[in-house]
């Protein structure tokens, strides 16, 4: 059972790489959030070139978090939108390698500088590597939308992956009809929570969030979803301070 709190890599402007020293410079500032909040959560979940927009990567990242910090459960997502097999299993080698303790596997969002499309689905991909020497050496898990249909996520569901990572969601009743299908299967639960801030209002607009249910009192409705899913992952992704105040009233 735990609180998870996402981060999203720095981005890598136009013309730079991962060794450019502004780039570092915003690296070293994420290490000190992670710092700074790294004794008021169980885990952390590094996203993986959110909106197509290019940072620095997810495996860089949570080696440097795992090392510094080894009792979080540091997971990453993977894009397979632009990787092939080979790249997707270089990747989850590395994973293991680093230590980390889990993937999600998702399709991920257009490239802003890349259009190519290798067609995997996340669900076959997962599929694939839980029949390969990859299985049970690191967790895999899914993203799910906040009101699936369960029918259609039949495929998902056979992928066996440990578990599934949920879109945003805005109320309990959501997580509890997520719960009582999946949970009661086996497999691990972890809804995400937008944190209702001014900061934050953006990107509830582009999620078409209604956080009205929780807006007044996040840290209950944060109790109250872990207590149904047993894990919950927390994103605040314009506004740090209100996460850590959110996670240090937890």
Not at 220 to 246: C, M, Q, W, Y
């Amino acid at each position: 059972m735990t609180v998870i709190y996402e981060i999203n890599p720095p981005k890598i402007p136009e013309g730079m790489d991962e060794n450019n020293e502004e780039v570092k410079v915003s690296l070293e500032k994420l290490e000190q959030r992670v710092s700074d909040i790294n004794s008021l959560c169980g885990g952390i979940h590094i996203t993986d070139s959110v909106l197509g927009t290019r940072r620095i990567s997810a495996l860089t990242t949570g080696k440097i978090l795992k090392k510094n910090y080894p009792h979080l459960q540091i997971t990453v997502s993977m894009r397979v939108r632009d990787r092939d097999m080979e790249e997707i299993k270089e990747i989850v080698k590395k994973t293991i390698e680093i230590g980390l303790d889990g993937i999600l596997v998702l399709k991920g969002d257009p490239s802003k500088n890349n259009s190519y499309d290798s067609g995997l689905i996340p669900s076959q991909v997962v599929k694939d590597l839980n029949e390969s020497e990859f299985v049970g050496r690191v967790n895999f898990f899914l993203s799910l939308p906040s009101n699936p249909n369960f029918e259609k996520i039949q495929k998902k569901i056979s992928a066996k992956p440990v578990g599934f990572m949920t879109q945003v969601i805005h109320s309990a009743q959501q997580v509890q009809r997520i719960s009582e299908k999946l949970r009661l299967q086996g497999f691990r639960i972890i809804p995400c929570i937008l944190l209702p801030s001014e900061k934050n209002r953006e990107s509830a607009k582009f999620l078409n969030l209604e956080w009205s249910e929780y807006k007044e009192s996040p840290v209950n409705f944060i109790k109250e979803i872990h207590h149904i899913a047993g894990d919950v992952l927390i994103t605040s992704p314009n506004d740090f301070a209100f996460a850590r105040e959110t996670l240090e009233k937890l």
